[in-house]
């Protein structure tokens, strides 16, 4: 059985019939997938390649039992799904099912651990930082398509209508004129959350990243499909758009 075989083994505990399960097995699958890619892009050697594609598998290995003990991906409503994720696999011994050779396992916990972070700490060693930017990039290529296709009712616990009336915050336009990543505790309005997530495209590391991202078709702001926004929050959100077109990504003409 391979790695894949024994993550989809596992999966199955959790009922993968689940549309969240469903939902972070496919995410898995194609982290996995990217940060072979990314890796193999930068020159990698076939075994970090292939150490790469095994972190990228595991990386939310802790979202499986974060939503069905707490019923939500939100961190702040639950735990760290990333300290959750290195806990079962490091503590509670999963990693053996998955990897037999103990040698990686240090990376591996620090790269998982730092996984969702916003900024990287202090302390990493030059290859941890290696392995955890790569993963970080992965991770952020595969949200931004996921919010891109996904109706956002899938991940934003809000209707059409409250969505239509919601504003966006002086503090979220001013990372992204900045080009940055939104603080989460910063977000006000649903509008926020939702946009936060455009964000993410100003937190890839590595420019090979950001190629890798543009490739994947996927536009920016297609969320915002079919939403008849107010004339003034119309107009902040072409001020994100153009600045996101200006940058190069590509944008969806959807107001």
Same mark, same amino acid.
Not at 102 to 124: M, N, T, Y
Not at 169 to 181: G, K, N, P, V, Y
């Given at each position: ?42 020159? &990698? ?26 019923g939500t991906f939100a961190d702040g409503a639950s ?14 011994? &999963? ?66 209508e409250e969505l239509a009336v919601s504003t966006v ?87």
């Amino acid at each position: 059985m391979d790695e894949v075989q024994r993550f989809l083994a596992y999966v199955r505990s959790f009922d993968p019939d689940v549309p969240r399960i469903r939902l972070k097995q496919e995410h898995s699958l194609r982290v996995s997938t990217l940060c072979a890619q990314l890796a193999r892009r930068k020159g &990698w050697c076939e075994t970090e390649i292939a150490l790469a594609r095994q972190i990228g598998l595991l990386h939310d290995i802790g979202r499986f039992r974060q939503v069905v003990q707490y019923g939500t991906f939100a961190d702040g409503a639950s735990v760290s799904h990333a300290a959750l994720g290195a806990k079962i696999l490091f503590e509670e011994g &999963w990693i053996r099912y998955f990897r037999f050779d103990a040698s990686e396992d240090h990376l591996i916990r620090q790269v998982i651990l730092v996984h969702s972070d916003r900024f990287l700490p202090q302390g990493l060693s030059v290859r941890e930082q290696r392995f955890a930017h790569l993963l970080r990039d992965g991770d952020k290529i595969d949200i931004l398509r996921v919010h891109q296709e996904h109706p956002f009712t899938d991940y934003l616990d809000c209707t059409k209508e409250e969505l239509a009336v919601s504003t966006v915050s002086d503090a979220l336009i001013d990372a992204f004129l900045r080009h940055e990543t939104f603080d989460h505790a910063l977000r006000r309005t649903p509008l926020d959350i939702l946009l936060s997530h455009d964000a993410l495209v100003f937190g890839l590391h590595d420019p090979l990243s950001r190629q890798l991202f543009i490739e994947t078709g996927c536009p920016l702001f297609s969320a915002l499909e079919g939403i008849r926004f107010r004339d003034d929050t119309r107009q902040r959100l072409h001020l994100l758009q153009e600045e996101c077109r200006r940058c190069g990504f590509p944008v969806k003409e959807v107001l």
